[in-house]
């Protein structure tokens, strides 16, 4: 695999700074929409050493099951005020909060 160059983040950056206030997008979705579709987990390495300064909404960003980032409370707190539902097992619904680009762009 390719190492990931500044480029990649970038690109990373520019995506998940489209995603509106109440959609997530998963990984995945990120990374397709950057042009590396192979590259979700590096997706979530580019949104862990992004700078504060950026304030990008990296709390957008799940896994395609809906499932957030271990250990940080306050990615929940942060959908649950833009009104993301979660399901009662405690995950986004995906079904209702991931956000449709192409639906967008008609």
Excluded at 82 to 96: A, I, R, W, Y
Aim: hydrophobic letters at 40%; proline letters at 5%; a positive charge.
């Amino acid at each position: 695999m390719p190492r990931i160059s500044n480029t990649f983040n970038e690109e990373v950056y520019a995506v998940v700074e489209l995603i509106p206030h109440g959609k997530v997008l998963s990984y995945k979705s990120v990374a397709i929409l950057a042009g590396y579709p192979q590259y979700a987990r590096q997706v979530g390495r580019a949104l862990k050493i992004v700078s504060r300064d950026r304030h990008l909404p990296c709390h957008r960003v799940v896994n395609s099951c809906g499932r957030l980032v271990p250990h940080w409370e306050e990615q929940g707190r942060l959908l649950a005020r833009e009104g993301v539902v979660f399901k009662s097992n405690g995950l986004v619904d995906m079904k209702q909060c991931a956000w449709r680009v192409l639906d967008d762009m008609e």
